[in-house]
């Protein structure tokens, strides 16, 4: 075990990250997608491919509610030390060609095997489950001011097919998120179906719209494979996927279109579970109150954290969105998922399951106390909901009329 | 030419060397940033929440 040791005025503290070599977890995670392709091998029946999914939605959710919670957090006097400490970085960078090597792997198990109608949509759906890894990944990397770590966000983001992801993410998402203007916070009442019809597409078009905003600051042009951070990925994307189509033939044309479009999904489904429902009041110069740890779902839930270079703890990354994976925090009385990633999404994708664990927790929130302004409530269902959970509103007079005009 | 330091994470404006991947030349003046111009690299500082330093020359 590798120790940090750091003078403060209290003293000498030591401090061992009992998790630094469990991130290699994270690492190899994302050949998560290989072993549906080693199963089928091995054990000559189609079935096997569907390993990936099994692990996904029933071991790992097992594990997050076997193994619990990890509410260890590194001294903040020795977090500058941990985040110099270039092993953590490196484990990302690794990271990086294993999506291709994933991806790869499997497009080319579906091009030259006979494999039946069936077998080739779940080889898919793993794939694309794999590569929704990649913005997990690229995320990490992306919000480093490092020019090279971006550089490989910007190459890795080229396998979901997602290049305008970092952009987006960071100058997008992370300014607007927890208020009704951004596209990837969900709203209460909002399902996870109607979330992705407006965050996917919004995504595309807010990334798009502040590449070329800054572009054009720096007077070059936007459409530019030299300049456009967006077009470049978005140029490797298409390359490979012409590439494995001339390769392995039409087949690729279906598996291709269901894999990206199952990494987008990847996302949409962990914007829909971090920030549901939450909302960031206006100050009185009518700018929102900066991010706080409450206005996103955390989850401390040891495993799927551990596959995810700490994603779940995603109050912390919110508030401080610069923090390495590796000194994320736990705060105490912090919105909680019930279960740790993969888990969460299997209930947002049973809308009536999802509203019903997920809205008695969140109009019960600490800071939110049942006031509907303390909500970021889909129009439409404002009414309903305040009536149904008895919710404090600003505007009850108002309620109605609210409703009937969405 | 002055710096200022965005009050949440490491990056430092510096007015000499402007931020060129933002499309600030260097030489741009803090004041003359836009209104709505954010930290580049957090995202969620605002332009009137950045600190003057003051070893600034």
Redesign the interface.
């Known amino acids: 075990m590798k120790s940090v040791t750091v003078d403060s005025p209290a003293g000498t503290i030591t401090y061992t990250d009992r998790k630094r070599w469990l991130w290699i977890m994270s690492m190899v995670y994302p050949l998560i997608g290989v072993t549906g392709v080693i199963a089928h091998a091995w054990s000559e029946h189609e079935i096997g491919v569907a390993l990936p999914l099994l692990l996904a939605y029933t071991v790992i959710p097992f594990l997050d509610f076997a193994l619990g919670e990890d509410l260890n957090n590194p001294p903040e006097e020795v977090v500058s030390e941990l985040e110099a400490d270039e092993y953590y970085r490196r484990l990302l960078h690794i990271t990086a060609p294993l999506h291709f090597i994933s991806f790869f792997v499997a497009a080319w198990w579906v091009g030259t095997q006979s494999l039946s109608w069936w077998a080739m949509l779940i080889m898919a759906v793993s794939a694309g489950m794999a590569s929704g890894l990649a913005i997990n990944t690229a995320h990490e990397l992306g919000h480093k ?1 490092n020019m090279f770590d971006r550089l490989i966000a910007k190459i890795v983001l080229a396998v979901p097919g997602y290049g305008h992801f970092c952009i987006e993410h ?2 997008g998402h ?2 607007q998120v927890a208020t009704p203007e951004d596209s990837a916070s969900s709203k209460m009442g909002e399902n996870i179906y109607a979330f992705a019809m407006r965050e996917i597409p919004g995504g595309f078009k807010r990334g798009w719209q502040l590449e070329k905003k ?6 070059v042009p936007v459409w530019s494979l030299q300049h456009n951070d967006v077009l470049q990925s978005y140029a490797m994307t298409a390359v490979m996927q012409i590439g494995l189509i001339i390769a392995f033939g039409w087949i690729m044309v279906p598996f291709l279109l269901i894999h990206n479009f199952e990494a987008w999904w990847q996302l949409t489904s962990a914007n829909y579970i971090e920030h549901y429902g939450l909302v960031r009041s206006k100050k009185d110069n009518g ?1 929102y109150e ?2 706080q740890p409450h206005h996103s779902w955390n989850s401390n839930h040891i495993f799927s954290n551990l596959v995810l270079y700490h994603l779940e703890r995603h109050s912390d990354h919110h508030a ?3 923090r390495h994976y590796q000194s994320l925090r736990h705060f105490e009385h912090l919105p909680t998922l019930p279960n740790g990633y993969f888990g969460s999404y299997m209930l947002a994708y049973i809308p009536p399951l999802w509203y019903h664990f997920m809205d008695p927790k969140l109009v019960d929130l600490k800071h939110v106390q049942r006031d509907a302004d303390k909500l970021n409530i889909l129009p439409a269902k404002r009414a309903a909901l305040i009536e149904r959970f008895k919710l404090k509103s600003g505007d009850s007079a108002g309620d109605t009329s609210v409703a009937a005009a969405a | 030419m002055a710096k200022f330091s965005c009050p ?4 430092v404006y510096d007015e000499a060397l402007g931020f ?5 030349a260097s030489g741009t003046l803090f004041a003359d940033l836009p209104e709505d111009f ?1 930290c580049p ?6 332009k009137d929440e950045f600190i003057a330093l003051d070893d600034s020359d």
């Not at chain 1, 800054?214 to 007077?219: I, S």
């Not at chain 2, 060129?20 to 600030?24: D, L, T």
Request: charged fraction near 35%.
């Open positions: 001011a960071n100058a992370h300014r800054r572009l054009q600051r720096r007077g700018k900066h991010c401080h969105p610069t | 949440d994470c490491e990056f060129e991947r933002e499309g600030y954010a690299f957090c995202y969620v500082r605002d």
